[in-house]
Protein backbone atom coordinates (compact mmCIF):
# COMPACT_ATOMS: atom_id res chain seq x y z
CA UNK A 1 0.00 0.00 0.00
CA UNK A 2 2.50 2.54 0.70
CA UNK A 3 4.30 2.02 -2.83
CA UNK A 4 1.39 2.41 -4.13
CA UNK A 5 0.64 5.50 -2.34
CA UNK A 6 4.39 6.42 -3.03
CA UNK A 7 4.01 5.92 -7.20
CA UNK A 8 0.61 7.62 -6.69
CA UNK A 9 2.39 11.12 -5.60
CA UNK A 10 5.99 10.67 -7.31
CA UNK A 11 5.36 13.39 -9.48
CA UNK A 12 3.56 16.02 -7.14
CA UNK A 13 4.67 19.37 -6.44
CA UNK A 14 5.71 20.96 -3.13
CA UNK A 15 2.48 22.54 -3.45
CA UNK A 16 0.89 19.36 -3.45
CA UNK A 17 2.58 17.42 -0.87
CA UNK A 18 2.49 20.47 1.67
CA UNK A 19 -1.72 20.68 1.16
CA UNK A 20 -2.29 16.70 1.62
CA UNK A 21 0.09 17.04 5.03
CA UNK A 22 -2.04 20.10 5.71
CA UNK A 23 -5.40 18.08 4.92
CA UNK A 24 -4.27 14.78 7.36
CA UNK A 25 -3.19 17.31 10.12
CA UNK A 26 -6.70 18.46 10.36
CA UNK A 27 -8.58 14.90 10.50
CA UNK A 28 -8.37 14.17 6.23
CA UNK A 29 -12.29 14.54 6.17
CA UNK A 30 -11.75 15.47 2.15
CA UNK A 31 -9.67 12.73 1.51
CA UNK A 32 -11.67 10.54 3.58
CA UNK A 33 -14.66 11.47 1.82
CA UNK A 34 -13.01 10.80 -1.81
CA UNK A 35 -12.00 7.57 -0.62
CA UNK A 36 -15.19 6.48 0.18
CA UNK A 37 -16.64 7.91 -3.03
CA UNK A 38 -13.79 5.69 -5.24
CA UNK A 39 -14.73 2.69 -3.04
CA UNK A 40 -18.59 3.18 -3.81
CA UNK A 41 -17.61 3.90 -7.28
CA UNK A 42 -15.62 0.48 -7.82
CA UNK A 43 -18.56 -1.45 -5.95
CA UNK A 44 -21.00 -0.15 -8.39
CA UNK A 45 -18.59 -1.39 -11.02
CA UNK A 46 -17.76 -4.69 -10.05
CA UNK A 47 -20.92 -5.65 -8.38
CA UNK A 48 -23.61 -7.88 -9.76
CA UNK A 49 -25.61 -7.07 -12.84
CA UNK A 50 -28.21 -9.67 -12.49
CA UNK A 51 -31.06 -8.70 -9.67
CA UNK A 52 -31.45 -11.37 -7.02
CA UNK A 53 -34.82 -11.08 -6.97
CA UNK A 54 -35.97 -12.62 -10.81
CA UNK A 55 -32.39 -12.86 -11.98
CA UNK A 56 -32.97 -10.14 -14.95
CA UNK A 57 -29.69 -8.28 -16.13
CA UNK A 58 -29.38 -4.64 -14.94
CA UNK A 59 -28.57 -1.68 -17.10
CA UNK A 60 -26.89 0.61 -14.68
CA UNK A 61 -27.95 3.03 -17.26
CA UNK A 62 -31.06 2.39 -16.60
CA UNK A 63 -33.13 3.15 -13.75
CA UNK A 64 -32.49 0.42 -11.09
CA UNK A 65 -32.19 -0.04 -7.06
CA UNK A 66 -29.55 -0.33 -4.76
CA UNK A 67 -30.08 -1.43 -1.68
CA UNK A 68 -26.70 -0.69 0.79
CA UNK A 69 -27.16 -2.76 4.11
CA UNK A 70 -24.98 -4.69 7.21
CA UNK A 71 -22.50 -2.93 9.61
CA UNK A 72 -20.12 -0.39 9.21
CA UNK A 73 -16.91 -2.69 8.31
CA UNK A 74 -19.30 -5.23 6.48
CA UNK A 75 -21.35 -3.40 4.01
CA UNK A 76 -23.52 -5.45 1.21
CA UNK A 77 -24.56 -3.78 -1.86
CA UNK A 78 -27.26 -5.43 -3.75
CA UNK A 79 -28.79 -3.65 -7.02
CA UNK A 80 -32.58 -4.34 -8.54
CA UNK A 81 -34.25 -3.96 -11.64
CA UNK A 82 -37.54 -2.81 -10.09
CA UNK A 83 -38.77 -1.32 -7.12
CA UNK A 84 -40.81 -4.43 -6.50
CA UNK A 85 -38.04 -6.94 -6.53
CA UNK A 86 -36.55 -4.49 -4.07
CA UNK A 87 -39.80 -5.05 -2.28
CA UNK A 88 -39.63 -8.55 -2.30
CA UNK A 89 -36.01 -8.64 -1.38
CA UNK A 90 -36.67 -6.38 1.49
CA UNK A 91 -39.86 -8.18 2.68
CA UNK A 92 -38.03 -11.92 2.51
CA UNK A 93 -35.30 -9.91 5.11
CA UNK A 94 -37.73 -8.66 7.02
CA UNK A 95 -39.53 -12.44 7.53
CA UNK A 96 -36.17 -13.80 8.27
CA UNK A 97 -34.96 -11.34 10.88
CA UNK A 98 -38.84 -11.76 12.34
CA UNK A 99 -37.90 -15.62 12.58
CA UNK A 100 -34.45 -14.87 13.59
CA UNK A 101 -35.73 -12.89 16.89
CA UNK A 102 -38.50 -15.14 17.70
CA UNK A 103 -36.37 -18.32 17.79
CA UNK A 104 -34.07 -16.26 19.96
CA UNK A 105 -36.98 -15.16 22.15
CA UNK A 106 -38.17 -18.81 22.34
CA UNK A 107 -34.47 -19.76 23.64
CA UNK A 108 -34.66 -17.06 26.37
CA UNK A 109 -38.12 -18.29 27.58
CA UNK A 110 -36.70 -22.24 27.97
ZN1 LIG B 1 -35.73 -7.91 -10.70
Redesign the pocket.
Known amino acids: MKDKFKAAIGNWEYHDVKLLEKELQTGGKGIKELLEQRMIEIEEKESNNV ?1 P ?2 N ?1 YINKEENHYTLVFGSKHFRKRAN ?3 AD ?1 LMYFVNKMNELEKDRRKKTKDEIVK
Do not use: G, N
Request: proline residues 0%; contains cysteine; charged residues 10%.
Open positions: CTCDFCAC
